[in-house]
């Protein structure tokens, strides 16, 4: 804390020079408006800040310190509008003098230099929530219940931690994301290694035996052990033509084509419709209540709300509530907040079991495009990329929002109607081809 004992004012606001003995005590300014109370204030935040609030906060348009804080008859010579404060720090027990020019009024002098008190004056420069001005004191006052809390940040320059909250929050669920999709590709490769390879589980011992009799029928060295640099290709001399993409077996292509549409005419499983079901009344309720999301992401904050409560009065903002009240107020929200949470971690598990299918869906119909221009002729495939094009935009809404909870609309639309069969265009060039 600091405590001023003499303040220099000089060309500053709607002063022409003002020198008053504070003492390090209190200090109450009276009188008629238009007479410079509100300019002694300014003048204490502006020489431990550099700035003033009313010249550069919310609302202030085109105002700016450097042209409207002089004095009207100085407006043109920032120089001379000069603040200069002594007083002395308890903590320290040290003395000191700060004197700022509206110049430049990023550089103070402090007298003496100290590193503390240097310190003491940065912290006040990042946290200026000392100095209010009347119009915030009176728009705390009077705003909604529902709106206090916000402006409670506003107020205390706090609104940057809530965005930092935000994009902290948007990256872990790009991360979970990336990290589901990382665990699909996994699953969906280890199927695919013990199919190829014929075996029932991934055992080193036994991967190695099965590509060693495979590399033997080529003439190839046996390869010794598995590390995560092992080429089961390594000694096998590229193709002069290598750079020519691969010929397509037609008895695979017509294997794949089969079997997709074995899976199309069978329709769409239970447990996928079971799946997009959850996931739109899921959606559908978060949509609906607008609080679910923002008492999920305030759950802590509630519960430490909850231990400070010890008189009858908020422990944030000072409103009077009876601590009963107050507490059976807050445990209410505190398990709405905890069902959210539950809401959103079953959500995520649906949401991953239909992005799996479409995973599987997308490479299948890939493959199908890629049969279909290998043809000679080629067939076409137009209405075969707007399907696919159709099932990245439902993965994409999906994805979006498992990253941020507030695109919910897009994300119903993507479960609200069957994606399994092809509309009948599609359809038709996939029978052809």
């Not at 804390?1 to 004012?9: A, P, S, Y």
């Not at 940065?122 to 009077?142: D, G, Q, W």
């Not at 899976?263 to 609906?288: F, M, W, Y």
């Not at 994805?399 to 897009?410: A, I, M, Q, T």
Request: glycine share 4%; aromatic share 4%.
């Amino acid at each position: 804390m600091i405590r001023v004992k003499t303040l220099h004012i000089e060309d500053f606001r709607g002063i022409r020079k003002l020198n008053l003995n504070l003492a390090g005590n209190n200090f109450g300014i009276c009188g008629p408006n238009g007479t410079g109370k509100s300019g002694v204030v300014d003048a204490i935040e502006f020489c431990l800040t550099g700035d003033v609030t009313r010249l550069s906060g919310q609302g202030t348009a085109s105002l700016s310190v450097k042209n409207h804080a002089p004095h009207v008859d100085q407006r043109t010579h920032p120089e001379k509008a000069n603040v200069t404060i002594t007083g002395d720090i308890p903590s320290l027990t040290k003395s000191f003098t700060i004197h700022r020019s509206v110049k430049n009024p990023k550089m103070v002098k402090i007298t003496p230099p100290d590193a503390a008190i240097e310190g003491i004056i940065t912290e006040l420069e990042m946290h200026p929530e000392f100095a209010l001005s009347r119009r915030e004191i009176v728009k705390y006052i009077i705003t909604p219940p529902g709106q206090r809390s916000i402006d409670v940040q506003t107020l205390l320059r706090l609104d940057h931690i809530e965005r930092t909250r935000k994009t902290f929050t948007t990256f872990n669920n790009k991360c979970k994301n990336e990290l589901d999709e990382a665990e699909r590709n996994r699953i969906k490769a280890e199927v695919d290694l013990k199919a190829s390879l014929k075996i029932d589980k991934l055992d080193g011992s036994l991967v190695l035996e099965k590509i060693n009799e495979n590399r033997k029928i080529l003439g190839l060295p046996v390869l010794t052990e598995l590390t995560k640099d092992t080429s089961f290709k390594t000694g096998i001399a590229a193709p002069q033509d290598a750079d020519k993409k691969p010929s397509l077996s037609k008895v695979v292509a017509q294997a794949d084509l089969s079997a997709l549409q074995r899976t199309l005419q069978s329709g769409e499983p239970a447990t996928l419709i079971d799946n997009r079901q959850a996931v739109k009344t899921a959606l559908e309720k978060l949509q609906d209540d607008e609080q679910a999301l923002t008492l999920a992401h305030r759950h802590g904050f509630i519960k430490t709300g909850l231990d400070l409560v010890t008189e009858d009065a908020c422990p944030l903002c000072d409103t009077p509530w009876k601590a009963d009240d107050l507490r059976e107020y807050l445990r209410k929200k505190i398990l709405s907040a905890e069902e959210t949470e539950k809401l959103l971690g079953q959500l995520q598990t649906n949401i991953n079991t239909i992005l799996e299918a479409l995973s599987e869906r997308i490479q299948v119909i890939v493959r199908v495009i890629q049969y279909s221009e290998s043809l000679k002729p080629p067939v076409q495939h137009i209405e075969i990329d707007t399907y696919l094009n159709n099932l990245r935009e439902v993965v994409t809404a999906l994805k979006d929002f498992l990253e941020d909870h507030s695109r919910v609309g897009p994300a119903i639309t993507a479960v609200d109607k069957s994606w399994w069969s092809p509309a009948t265009p599609q359809q038709v060039q996939i029978n052809e081809l």
